[in-house]
């Protein structure tokens, strides 16, 4: 007879899902879009879609900068991270057409990434998030009745303007294909922890920016 039955989820991972007022988003993708008509000393221009240059260090937009760390530093916290401050070291925006993708990848050399999108025509491309490790490779692709978080092989989010999403910059993510008419623009950002040896023992946390 069994006496007693329980579950237990190992190694889950997080992304937290948070909305920006559009009013603080105004003139961003104007911003942007101006950026990206100076040239190549602006931006890399790729077949269908433009990257700007790293604007951590740019003075503009600092109230929303202040936000974005702000909120990384909050899920660092929930992620039980000790940290003295965090910063953010790269700052990048990307225009695409509809006809951009992005294959899978993560985001080396930083701790923590988000993303921002600011523009999502209908129809935009949707970020997905791939299960970690070997899992997906080795197990059956056996449909399910419903999937959740433990059986699920990849998670799409949506894109929504104004909406962000901050996740583990080991987690593989993608950009789907889109089916839209107009750019699709984001803004994207990866943190580093800044801590003192003693603070990983015991650390209140504050921000940069």
């Known amino acids: 007879m069994i006496s007693q039955r329980s579950k237990k989820l190992l190694f889950p991972t997080p992304i937290w899902i948070g909305h920006i007022s559009l009013d603080m988003l ?4 104007d911003y942007l879009y101006d950026m990206k008509s100076k040239g190549s000393d602006f931006g890399e221009q790729r077949r269908n879609v433009w990257k700007s240059p790293n604007m951590a260090q740019s003075s503009d937009f600092m109230e929303l900068k202040t936000l974005l760390a702000e909120e990384t ?4 916290r929930d992620y039980d991270v000790a940290f003295d401050s965090i910063y953010l070291n790269n700052i990048w925006a990307q225009i ?8 899978e990848h993560h985001h080396p050399n930083s701790y923590f990434s988000g993303i921002l999108y600011l523009k999502t025509p209908e129809g935009s491309g949707q970020t997905g998030f791939t299960k970690p490790g070997d899992a997906p490779m080795i197990q059956l692709d056996i449909a399910s009745e419903t999937y959740n978080d433990m059986n699920m092989g990849r998670y799409w989010e949506t894109p929504v303007e104004g909406k962000y999403v901050i996740f583990p910059s080991w987690l593989r993510h993608s950009v789907d294909y889109g089916n839209h008419e107009g750019d699709r623009i984001t803004l994207s950002w990866t943190a580093m922890p800044k801590a003192t040896v003693d603070s990983w023992v015991n650390s209140t946390a504050s921000i940069v920016y």
């Open 96 to 103: 695409g057409d509809q006809y951009w993708s992005h294959q």
């Open 73 to 76: 530093a909050y899920a660092m």
């Open 26 to 29: 105004s003139g961003l993708s």
